[in-house]
């Protein structure tokens, strides 16, 4: 809970609001950082600049292994051949 209270209040709104505004958009706190961490992991993949384990910890996962789960749910791929596609 205390994760969602101090986002939302970098954002200058209560949680119950954050949530609100969230629901009357028909998503959820957890998708929409969902998609955010998908959308940075691409960006840092395709930019070879850091690891795939490096990657993992920017997008907020503690463990490569939970990352790379998340990478092939969202992509159908794992990491390693995301980047060796590019």
Known sequence: ??????????????????FRKLKAEGVTFELVLDELRQQL???YLNGKKVSINQTAYLVGF???AAFSRAFKRWTGSSP??????R
């Open 1 to 18: 809970m205390t994760f969602h209270v101090n986002r939302a209040s970098k954002l200058g709104l209560s949680r119950q609001t954050l």
């Open 41 to 43: 992991a691409l960006y």
């Open 62 to 64: 503690s463990e490569p």
């Open 80 to 85: 390693r051949m995301a980047r060796l596609k």
